[in-house]
């Protein structure tokens, strides 16, 4: 699996409000114009500064123009919460929404309006220009996962931002791998030809995952770490 240019292919999982270990993985990967880097969403809520996880991204995004940005269920109640396009806003602050707001310097009792204005406007530009899905066969990109029993074009948003059990619990016809997110694990989770699960709980305190997928290699941090350690995905190669 590689770029037009032969570069390569990194996902990397939630993230969840933790910017010190992002920076680790990042420097490390140390990815240039030729490749490709999926982030899969979940960057905010819960850790200790959305904010910044944010200003990484969007200065990733700058300097790397080919990278993919996926919307998670965490941005889309966010997107609700601030009156903009997503879902279940009333459940933002109570699922890690206090702790973004906090990065935002954003009082507990701010109005709408108010928290709009103390969110810098590249911020909303950026939480608005994310991706549901990015298919780049034979993998599928989402945050949560597909409907088992439904076809590419039959998917929806719901699914693809929340699924959990259903999706993991049962092969799928899709004929891609889905790389998703979304649930927390003890290590990833690998069901092939069906499925690759890359959150690993960073923001519980686990570790952050990257998968790189022309080597087979997955790049880890732990929680409160700088260090990052790799080990190879055989079945990838």
Same mark, same amino acid.
């Given at each position: $699996? +590689?770029?037009?240019?032969?570069?390569?292919?990194? #996902?990397?999982?939630?993230?969840?409000?933790?910017?010190?270990? &992002?920076?680790?993985?990042?420097? *490390?990967?140390?990815?240039?114009?030729?490749?490709?880097?999926?982030? $899969?969403?979940?960057?905010?809520?819960?850790?200790?500064? #959305?904010?910044?996880?944010?200003?990484?991204?969007?200065?990733?995004?700058?300097? *790397?123009?080919?990278?993919?940005? &996926?919307?998670?269920?965490?941005?889309?109640?966010?997107?609700? =919460?601030?009156?903009?396009?997503?879902?279940?806003? %009333?459940?933002? &602050?109570?699922?890690?929404?206090?702790?973004?707001?906090? /990065?935002?310097?954003?009082?507990?009792?701010?109005?709408?309006?108010? #928290?709009?204005?103390?969110?810098?406007? /590249? @911020?909303? %530009?950026?939480?608005? /220009? &994310?991706?549901? /899905?990015?298919?780049?066969?034979?993998?599928?990109?989402? @945050?949560?996962?597909? *409907?088992?029993?439904?076809?590419?074009?039959?998917?929806? #948003?719901?699914?693809?931002?929340?699924?959990?059990?259903?999706?993991?619990?049962?092969?799928?016809?899709?004929?891609?791998?889905?790389?998703?997110? @979304? +649930?927390?694990?003890?290590?990833?989770?690998?069901?092939?030809?069906?499925?690759?699960?890359?959150? +690993?709980?960073?923001?519980?305190?686990?570790?952050?995952?990257?998968?790189?997928?022309?080597?087979?290699?997955? =790049?880890?941090?732990?929680?409160?770490?700088?260090?990052?350690?790799?080990?190879?995905?055989?079945?990838?190669?």
């Amino acid at each position: $699996m +590689t770029s037009g240019k032969n570069g390569r292919v990194f #996902a990397i999982g939630d993230i969840h409000g933790c910017p010190d270990e &992002l920076s680790a993985i990042l420097r *490390h990967i140390d990815a240039d114009s030729a490749d490709t880097v999926i982030f $899969m969403g979940d960057y905010v809520d819960r850790g200790p500064s #959305a904010r910044d996880v944010v200003d990484l991204l969007i200065e990733f995004k700058q300097a *790397h123009p080919t990278a993919v940005f &996926l919307k998670g269920n965490h941005e889309d109640m966010m997107l609700d =919460f601030l009156g903009m396009k997503g879902n279940y806003g %009333e459940s933002f &602050l109570c699922n890690g929404g206090f702790a973004t707001m906090q /990065s935002y310097d954003i009082i507990e009792d701010a109005d709408l309006e108010q #928290a709009r204005q103390r969110m810098p406007s /590249s @911020h909303l %530009e950026f939480l608005q /220009s &994310l991706e549901t /899905s990015y298919l780049r066969p034979p993998f599928l990109f989402v @945050h949560a996962g597909v *409907h088992p029993a439904r076809s590419l074009e039959e998917q929806e #948003a719901e699914d693809l931002l929340w699924i959990r059990h259903d999706f993991i619990l049962n092969p799928h016809a899709l004929g891609h791998t889905v790389i998703f997110g @979304h +649930t927390p694990m003890r290590d990833v989770l690998v069901d092939l030809p069906y499925k690759i699960g890359l959150d +690993t709980g960073l923001v519980y305190g686990g570790k952050l995952s990257c998968l790189e997928f022309t080597e087979g290699r997955c =790049f880890q941090v732990n929680r409160g770490s700088k260090k990052v350690s790799s080990y190879r995905i055989k079945s990838l190669r």
